[in-house]
């Protein structure tokens, strides 16, 4: 993982470079020709700059899709908010904002995912859901490994950060899709909105 840091880090030292050369030749452009097409090249590249590097990182962020819903509105909007803290954990993975940050991003992470599954185990616990011990252990594995992340946070911050956003990222998803569109249905029938 140091390798990947960095390159991740020479690489934003060049995305860094590019953008003060840009900055540097369109100044010099606009001083000494500003009719100069290159020059409004170069002010058009600063421009679109933003576009383009959200454009390239967008696959590390998730976005809520329709095709996520469970069909419950409470469940629905608990796993918006999980979606977004995950983002933010990338946020801090991406752009190395500090120790504070990243540990704070984390702790609200598992702090709501605790609670998240909490309240969906109360409903389908309430419910005499059928498959409830064996979604509850898919819960318990996954806090087990998000402990061995926090663990790991303690040796090698960088590389426990990038692990958690992607582990939390892919699992949400397939969690999601998976066995909690299964106890949907069952919920809804029982008239859990």
Do not use: C
């Amino acid at each position: 993982m140091r390798a990947e840091l960095m390159h991740d880090k020479a690489k934003m030292f060049g995305i860094a470079i590019l953008i003060l050369t840009l900055i540097t030749a369109a100044a010099l452009g606009l001083m000494t020709s500003p009719t100069n097409p290159f020059t409004w090249i170069l002010i058009g590249l600063l421009v679109l700059l933003p576009f383009i590097h959200r454009r390239l990182i967008s696959g590390q962020y998730v976005e809520w899709k329709n095709e996520y819903s469970v069909g419950i509105d409470s469940i629905d909007m608990q796993h918006k908010k999980l979606l977004g803290l995950i983002n933010s954990l990338q946020t801090a993975v991406d752009f190395s904002t500090g120790e504070l940050f990243e540990r704070e991003a984390l702790d609200e992470l598992v702090d709501y995912t605790r609670s998240h599954f909490s309240y969906e185990e109360g409903l389908m616990e309430q419910n005499a859901y059928p498959e409830f011990e064996a979604h509850r252990k898919q819960h318990q594995q996954m806090i087990a490994r998000v402990e061995e992340v926090l663990a790991e946070y303690q040796q090698d911050k960088d590389s426990a950060m990038r692990n958690a956003a992607a582990f939390l990222r892919s699992w949400l998803i397939k969690h999601i899709n998976g066995t909690d569109k299964q106890y949907s249905s069952f919920l809804i029938e029982k008239g859990v909105k």
